[in-house]
C-alpha cells in the first residue's frame, strides 16, 4: 500500500538541470522526513539532502549551491531541484520516508542520473 514513485531521471550534459519528483502514497505524508539519497557504482549509498517536517534542510556539502530540496504536503511529493550538474554527481537517486520515533521507511525503487562530459 506505501508508495514511493519517482520521476524525473534522465542523462544530462555537464552544467545542466535536472527536477526529481518523488509521489507518496499510503502514508501521513506530513509527519515523515523526507530524504533524497544516491548510490553510484562500486560506492556506498549517501545522504544528498532531506527535509523535516518543519522543512528544515541538510545537504550533502558538495551539493550546497547547487541542490534544493522542497515538500509539497498538499501534494504528497518531494522533490528535489539539481543545477549546474557535475558528472561527479553520477548515480542512481533514490526517494527515502522515514517515520517518527523509528518505526517505518520506505524507499522508492531509484532514478538514473548519467552527467557527461
Known amino acids: 500500500q506505501v508508495q514511493l514513485v519517482e520521476s524525473g531521471g534522465a542523462l544530462v550534459q555537464a552544467g545542466g538541470s535536472l527536477r526529481l519528483s518523488c509521489a507518496v502514497s499510503g502514508i501521513v505524508f506530513r509527519i515523515y522526513t523526507m530524504g533524497w539519497y544516491r548510490q553510484a557504482p562500486g560506492k556506498q549509498r549517501e545522504l544528498v539532502a532531506a527535509i523535516t517536517t518543519r522543512s528544515t534542510t541538510n545537504y550533502k556539502d558538495s551539493v550546497k549551491g547547487r541542490f534544493t530540496i522542497s515538500r509539497d504536503n498538499a501534494k504528497k511529493t518531494a522533490y528535489l531541484q539539481m543545477n549546474s550538474l557535475k558528472p561527479e554527481d553520477t548515480a542512481v537517486y533514490y526517494c527515502?520516508?522515514?517515520?517518527?520515533?523509528?518505526?517505518?521507511?520506505?524507499w522508492g525503487q531509484g532514478t538514473q542520473v548519467t552527467v557527461s562530459s
Open positions: 527515502n520516508a522515514q517515520s517518527p520515533g523509528n518505526l517505518g521507511d520506505y
